[in-house]
């Protein structure tokens, strides 16, 4: 009998699967979409520190799945979300930050009980391994022993384009500063990135299902196997209904059930298991067991827009095989009701993983705290067939002004004449469907990315013209900026995410009808079931969410662990009474 079954191999389920199956007396069996990964079976687009080629491979990725960004028409396009063992952490930035301390506090404000800061804080060090913050003084905010490596790129091998940007920025009153994992305050900071000590991508397939985790004979792994739903008898999850490669489908029974799919497939999995909003489930012909409106609901993403530069060759990488994410700045948008450093800006040494991208770098902005709120329906009771995500950025105000923001203080960042050296033509940007396209492996992209590059390199005084006929297709920063009802259309037409989703199956309490799960992670109205992902966000942190959705799932686990070890005591007092 398997006591907990864990649905979903991502970031989450391999860190639960890992955490739980160090109790030998517990059967632990993980279940996942993808196919495995360990550190001997690595590919080289996942095992590179530079990371832009693993999400391209449609191998990796849930091939059918698109979201709606914005509002408005046409705006529907491939959203990546991993489908590989390891999860986001297989195809994700590498990036370790953890966010505002205000973040955690806002959770426990919205009905999380137990997720404030200082509960959340140990997680966080637990976790994690920083190497470059690692002496006594250091020990209060940062952990030595967990199993994500955590480093920042060295001076020297950071691009002279993030220099140049880093000391313009320098000048405008946002200093460096040593520790994005620091005081939360405004500023520049290097980067800090999970590698190992090869310097090479650690999934949490690899940094916590090592080798020797990997051996138990209590743990199971199950790759290339769909979940179709939880299986549910008064009221109580027994176990699951999954289909492996073969369409061989299969009920498998547990004490305790664990959904782990991510902010995307986690609701899926409850909505085809019959939790969720009744009527919509009664028009899919799916018969409700648990009326919650909240499954699905309070979608968030942090809304993404770009400036970009063109290199000269003075400001081009030498280390092009470096991760790109070289630094970031952290500043506040200043507008009525939003917190303190509430945008993000990513300072790129390259902006793809192929030739033109080499010759391009980029700040790439995202509302660390956004406001807009989306939702996920099911389109069919089939688990083949993928949810509607409908993101809805931008539909708070506050984030579409502040998107509009970042554009200008990215233009007149690059635009600096101090950058005069390092790059070039300065222009609009973001990670469009037709720029996703381009940075497709194959031998007519690549035929098409060479003979640009080579342009790029020879055009002279006309690549502010070649930029402006083939790359933004005729907009300029100058249009933009000139006119803010172009500005307006323009980030609501290209605005993006940072596949970032968050918040689908929220925790909250048990008498808020929007609530998913309470604050241990429990379904409301389910015994034996609960959620451990970033879907329990009730708000989106002002981070990466990789390492957030770590500290959760280090912290579910030690509450399952404790409520385990309870629930055993006093089954041994009851049958010695």
């Given at each position: ?12 389920g391999?860190v639960?699967?890992a ?10 069996c ?5 196919r495995?990964i ?26 059918r ?7 408005r ?26 966010g ?37 003084q ?9 199993p ?17 940007v880093?000391?313009?920025?320098g000048?405008?009153?946002?200093e460096?500063?040593?520790d994005?994992?620091?005081?939360w305050?405004?500023?520049?900071f290097v980067?800090?990135?999970?590698v ?5 991508r ?15 004979q209590?743990?199971t792994?199950?790759t ?5 739903r ?14 492996d ?16 799919a ?37 979608l968030m ?5 770009a ?31 939003t917190v ?11 902006s793809?993983?192929?030739s033109i ?19 996920l ?6 688990p ?9 950025m ?17 233009a ?14 300065v222009?609009?940007s ?23 590059s ?8 006309l690549?502010?013209l ?32 940072t ?5 689908t ?27 451990c992902?970033?879907?329990?966000m ?7 969410t ?6 959760i799932t280090?912290?579910?686990a ?20």
């Amino acid at each position: 009998m398997i006591d907990y079954l864990i649905l979903g191999g991502g970031s989450a389920g391999c860190v639960l699967a890992a955490r739980l199956s160090e109790d030998p007396d517990k059967q632990v069996c993980l279940i996942e979409a993808g196919r495995d990964i360990s550190l001997h079976t690595m590919p080289a687009e996942i095992r590179s520190r530079y990371p832009g080629r693993a999400y391209l491979d449609a191998s990796n990725i849930w091939q059918r799945l698109t979201a709606l960004m914005g509002q408005r028409a046409g705006a529907t396009r491939r959203y990546e979300q991993a489908r590989i063992l390891g999860g986001g952490s297989a195809i994700n930035a590498l990036m370790t930050n953890r966010g505002a301390p205000a973040d955690y506090d806002e959770w426990q404000a919205l009905g999380a009980e137990g997720w404030s800061w200082n509960t959340c804080l140990p997680y966080f060090r637990k976790l994690e391994n920083d190497t470059d913050f690692c002496g006594p003084q250091d020990q209060a905010l940062h952990g030595r022993d967990g199993p994500v490596r955590i480093r920042r790129t060295p001076s020297e091998r950071l691009s002279p384009f993030v220099k140049g940007v880093m000391k313009v920025l320098g000048g405008r009153g946002l200093e460096h500063k040593a520790d994005q994992n620091g005081l939360w305050e405004e500023g520049v900071f290097v980067g800090a990135i999970g590698v190992s000590e090869q310097g090479e991508r650690i999934p949490t397939s690899v940094c916590y299902l090592t080798d020797e985790v990997r051996k138990r004979q209590n743990l199971t792994l199950r790759t290339r196997c769909v979940v179709d739903r939880v299986l549910i008898e008064a009221g109580r999850a027994t176990g699951a209904r999954i289909i492996d490669s073969h369409g061989v489908v299969e009920s498998l029974r547990a004490r305790e059930v664990i959904v782990c799919a991510g902010a995307i497939h986690s609701p899926a999995v409850l909505l085809r298991s019959g939790i969720g909003p009744a009527d919509d489930l009664t028009s899919l012909g799916i018969a409700p067991v648990v009326d919650r409106p909240g499954v699905g609901a309070n979608l968030m993403e942090h809304p993404s827009i770009a400036v970009s530069a063109l290199l000269n060759r003075e400001g081009r990488t030498a280390f092009p095989e470096e991760h790109h994410e070289q630094a970031i700045v952290r500043f506040s948008s200043g507008l009525d009701d939003t917190v303190p450093c509430d945008m993000h800006g990513a300072i790129l040494s390259r902006s793809g993983w192929h030739s033109i991208g080499y010759r391009l770098g980029t700040m790439f902005f995202w509302v660390n705290k956004s406001y807009s709120r989306g939702h996920l329906r099911l389109t069919s009771s089939d688990p083949h067939e993928e949810p509607h995500v409908r993101f809805d950025m931008l539909s708070d105000g506050r984030d579409l002004e502040r998107l509009k923001q970042a554009l200008r203080f990215g233009a007149q960042t690059l635009s600096a004449p101090a950058l005069n050296r390092e790059c070039s033509v300065v222009f609009p940007s973001s990670y469009s469907p037709r720029v996703a396209r381009v940075a497709m492996p194959g031998w007519f992209n690549a035929l098409q990315r060479g003979a640009l590059s080579v342009l790029l390199d020879i055009a002279g005084p006309l690549r502010g013209l070649l930029i402006q006929g083939l790359v933004t297709q005729g907009v300029t920063l100058k249009k933009l900026l000139a006119d803010d009802q172009a500005l307006t259309e323009f980030v609501q037409r290209n605005v993006g995410g940072t596949w970032h989703p968050s918040g689908t199956c929220r925790m909250g309490r048990a008498d808020d009808p929007l609530a998913v799960t309470t604050g241990d992670g429990r379904v409301i109205g389910v015994a034996g079931l609960r959620v451990c992902d970033a879907s329990l966000m009730p708000s989106i942190p002002c981070a990466n969410t990789n390492v957030p959705t770590l500290m959760i799932t280090e912290r579910m686990a030690d509450l399952i662990k404790a409520e385990a070890k309870m629930s055993g005591s006093v089954a041994t007092v009851a049958a010695r009474l």
